[in-house]
T-cell receptor
Framework: SAVISQKPSRDICQRGTSLTIQCQVDSQVTMMFWYRQQPGQSLTLIATANQGSEATYESGFVIDKFPISRPNLTFSTLTVSNMSPEDSSIYLC????????????FGPGTRLTVT | EDKVVQSPLSLVVHEGDTVTLNCSYEVTNFRSLLWYKQEKKAPTFLFMLTSSGIEKKSGRLSSILDKKELFSILNITATQTGDSAVYLCAVVTSGTYKYIFGTGTRLKVLA
C-alpha cells in the first residue's frame, strides 16, 4: 500500500482566509482524491485530481472555493478559500492501490478549524 | 440517487462480545464494496468484496457480500477495546467511477 503524508496535520484559521493542504505519496499514482469529513459525518468526495488535467469536482464543490493542483504523479494540493466556520472539517487525500486496484488508501488527514 | 446506508449508527458492547455491522446499498453499476476502520482521522482499509457469497477473513474480522439482496456484513468476534472505532462501508461504481461512503457505525467496546 502507498504511504501518504499530509501537511499541516491541523490548523486553526480565521474566517475569510485561505489554507493550502499538501498531500505527498511515496509512489507515482494516476489519480488522487480529496475528501471532506465534517464533524460526525461520513466522507464526502470533493474532487478527483489527475496529473496533467483539470480536477473533476463533485456536485456542490467548485474550483473557486477548492482549487486543486496536481503538478506531478506524487503530489497534490487542495486550497480551502475564503473560509467560513462551515469549512471546519477533516480533509483527507487518498490514492488507489492494492491487488484489486480499487482499494483507497488515505493520508493522515488535516483537521481544520475556522473561527 | 446512489446511496449507502449503514446500521446501526452506534453500538456499545463488552469485550468478548460478537458484533455484526450492516451495510446496504442502492447504486447503479456496482463494482465493489469496501470496509474501513476509522479510529482518529485516516480510515484504514479492511476488506474489498466484489463477488457474492465469498467470505473475506482477517483474524477476528470477517465480511461477506450479497449482491442479490444488495448488502454486506462485517463481523467482529471476541471484541477488544482496540476495536473501538467508526467502521465505514464504501461502494465503488463503474462508469462514473465513484466511491460512495456510508455514514458509518460507531462501535465502542467496554473493558
Amino acid at each position: 500500500s502507498a504511504v501518504i503524508s499530509q501537511k499541516p496535520s491541523r490548523d486553526i484559521c480565521q474566517r475569510g482566509t485561505s489554507l493550502t493542504i499538501q498531500c505527498q505519496v511515496d509512489s507515482q499514482v494516476t489519480m488522487m482524491f480529496w475528501y471532506r469529513q465534517q464533524p460526525g459525518q461520513s466522507l464526502t468526495l470533493i474532487a478527483t485530481a489527475n496529473q496533467g488535467s483539470e480536477a473533476t469536482y463533485e456536485s456542490g464543490f467548485v474550483i473557486d472555493k477548492f482549487p486543486i493542483s496536481r503538478p506531478n504523479l506524487t503530489f497534490s494540493t487542495l486550497t480551502v478559500s475564503n473560509m467560513s466556520p462551515e469549512d471546519s472539517s477533516i480533509y483527507l487525500c487518498s490514492v488507489e492501490g492494492g491487488q484489486g486496484g480499487y482499494e483507497q488508501y488515505f493520508g493522515p488527514g488535516t483537521r481544520l478549524t475556522v473561527t | 440517487e446512489d446511496k449507502v446506508v449503514q446500521s446501526p449508527l452506534s453500538l456499545v458492547v463488552h469485550e468478548g462480545d460478537t458484533v455484526t455491522l450492516n451495510c446496504s446499498y442502492e447504486v447503479t453499476n456496482f463494482r465493489s464494496l469496501l470496509w474501513y476502520k476509522q479510529e482518529k482521522k485516516a480510515p484504514t482499509f479492511l476488506f474489498m468484496l466484489t463477488s457474492s457469497g465469498i467470505e473475506k477473513k482477517s483474524g477476528r474480522l470477517s465480511s461477506i457480500l450479497d449482491k442479490k439482496e444488495l448488502f454486506s456484513i462485517l463481523n467482529i468476534t471476541a471484541t477488544q477495546t482496540g476495536d473501538s472505532a467508526v467502521y465505514l462501508c464504501a461502494v465503488v461504481t463503474s462508469g462514473t467511477y465513484k466511491y460512495i461512503f456510508g455514514t458509518g457505525t460507531r462501535l465502542k467496546v467496554l473493558a
